[in-house]
């Protein structure tokens, strides 16, 4: 079997660190090549950390390399194609974050239009297998109608974040009609765990928590999430990057766009104020937090924020379908994972 050479973009960050240490069990793949450009959009340290512990886990017979760079340069992406020749692209770099996106819009241009457009141009002049592309729930935008399937339409982005990913979708479109590029897009619901996102609740709430902050609770409590751990993100990539989107004839005689979209969520929505229970339960359970802590004196219920939307729940259906996966980690589970190594990374 000839093993692949893949390439991860954003592999600094929380799920892409995650899959190429999956990926380093795969065996499939001989060469992985991870770019990210370690912006400071939150705690270098962590992605630095992450990192690490890649180097530390590569396989003696899998060749890895990291490249420190931006996907907006589109002469570094040309001449990593050109150099590596993957056959698997999965690109997860992205300037992520909804509220963010209110302050600085322009970060958000350049990485996930310019930079993802850089990528559908390499896979375009040096032909790839399959391009896995990280979009997101926060397309459905206001969507009434749940559980989100990916049949409803998204054109009604509300956050800036939002239109980029819904672009990224709409421009892997155009190339897989256009050069008949296997593309595959996956909307991701809220994903936690260890070493995760600092900006995301769990992690802000864990570290308001520690120092005696008060921590909000946005919608009076009233949001519901479909938090998903992130080895089940992981475990969906993995089976979905295996299976391309057949390029196939239709009856012009013009290839039918080999696309396709999958939602990767937990299927059960969470009310944000069972979730903050359970996270002070297993923040007390493994010693981040005493046993006595009051929670009560450090909650606020706040109105909803811009960009938000009250609630985010996947139809993931048609990935149990194609690829026989669905997620399968409690809240509980992930947060007791995310609770012990946040002791040991920043409490010892």
């Given at each position: 079997?000839n093993?692949?050479?893949?390439?991860?973009?954003?592999g600094?960050?929380?799920?892409?660190?995650?899959?190429?240490?999956r990926l380093f069990?795969?065996?499939?793949?001989q060469?992985?090549?991870?770019?990210?450009?370690?912006?400071?959009?939150?705690?270098?340290?962590?992605?630095?950390?992450?990192l690490?512990?890649?180097?530390?886990?590569v396989?003696?017979?899998?060749?890895?390399?990291?490249?420190?760079?931006?996907?907006?340069?589109?002469?570094?992406?040309?001449?990593i194609?050109?150099?590596?020749?993957p056959?698997?692209v999965?690109?997860?770099?992205?300037?992520?974050?909804?509220?963010?996106?209110?302050?600085?819009?322009?970060a958000?241009?350049?990485?996930?239009?310019?930079?993802?457009?850089?990528?559908?141009?390499?896979?375009r002049?040096?032909p790839?297998e399959?391009l896995v592309?990280?979009?997101?729930?926060?397309?459905?935008?206001g969507?009434?109608?749940v559980?989100?399937?990916?049949?409803?339409?998204?054109?009604?982005?509300v956050?800036?974040?939002?239109?980029t990913?819904?672009?990224n979708?709409?421009?892997?479109?155009c190339?897989?009609?256009?050069?008949?590029?296997p593309?595959t897009?996956?909307?991701?619901?809220?994903?936690?765990?260890?070493a995760?996102r600092?900006?995301?609740?769990?992690f802000?709430?864990?570290?308001k928590l520690?120092?005696?902050?008060?921590?909000?609770i946005?919608?009076?409590?009233?949001?519901?999430?479909?938090?998903?751990?992130?080895?089940d993100?992981?475990?969906g990539?993995?089976?979905?990057?295996?299976?391309?989107?057949?390029?196939?004839k239709?009856?012009?005689?013009?290839?039918?766009?080999?696309?396709?979209i999958?939602?990767?969520?937990?299927g059960?929505?969470e009310?944000?104020?069972?979730?903050?229970?359970?996270?002070?339960?297993?923040?007390?359970?493994?010693?981040v937090?005493?046993?006595?802590y009051?929670?009560?004196?450090?909650?606020q219920?706040?109105?909803m924020?811009?960009?938000?939307?009250?609630?985010?729940?996947?139809?993931a259906?048609?990935?149990e379908?194609?690829?026989?996966?669905?997620?399968k980690?409690?809240?509980r589970?992930?947060?007791?994972?995310?609770?012990?190594w946040y002791?040991?990374?920043?409490?010892?």
């Amino acid at each position: 079997m000839n093993r692949k050479t893949v390439l991860v973009t954003g592999g600094a960050g929380f799920i892409g660190s995650n899959l190429i240490k999956r990926l380093f069990t795969e065996k499939k793949y001989q060469t992985i090549v991870n770019i990210d450009n370690l912006n400071d959009y939150y705690d270098v340290s962590l992605k630095e950390w992450r990192l690490k512990e890649l180097e530390r886990l590569v396989p003696s017979d899998v060749n890895y390399t990291f490249v420190k760079g931006d996907l907006a340069d589109k002469t570094l992406i040309d001449q990593i194609f050109e150099q590596y020749h993957p056959q698997v692209v999965v690109n997860l770099a992205a300037q992520a974050g909804v509220r963010y996106s209110i302050e600085n819009p322009d970060a958000y241009i350049q990485s996930n239009i310019i930079g993802f457009y850089n990528i559908l141009e390499a896979c375009r002049n040096y032909p790839v297998e399959h391009l896995v592309y990280a979009s997101s729930s926060s397309v459905y935008g206001g969507n009434k109608k749940v559980p989100f399937s990916t049949d409803d339409r998204v054109d009604n982005p509300v956050s800036l974040y939002a239109a980029t990913k819904k672009s990224n979708e709409l421009m892997a479109h155009c190339y897989s009609k256009l050069y008949d590029i296997p593309t595959t897009g996956l909307r991701f619901f809220t994903v936690y765990g260890p070493a995760g996102r600092p900006d995301m609740a769990y992690f802000g709430f864990t570290n308001k928590l520690l120092k005696g902050d008060t921590i909000q609770i946005y919608n009076y409590g009233n949001c519901r999430r479909d938090f998903t751990y992130v080895d089940d993100i992981v475990e969906g990539i993995v089976r979905v990057m295996e299976g391309a989107p057949e390029r196939k004839k239709g009856e012009d005689g013009l290839p039918v766009p080999p696309y396709a979209i999958y939602n990767i969520g937990g299927g059960q929505p969470e009310n944000l104020l069972d979730f903050v229970q359970i996270l002070q339960e297993e923040l007390v359970r493994a010693g981040v937090l005493p046993e006595d802590y009051d929670f009560e004196a450090h909650k606020q219920l706040v109105p909803m924020q811009p960009g938000d939307v009250p609630t985010t729940y996947a139809d993931a259906t048609a990935l149990e379908r194609d690829f026989g996966f669905t997620p399968k980690i409690t809240l509980r589970e992930g947060l007791r994972k995310f609770a012990k190594w946040y002791k040991e990374y920043y409490t010892n």
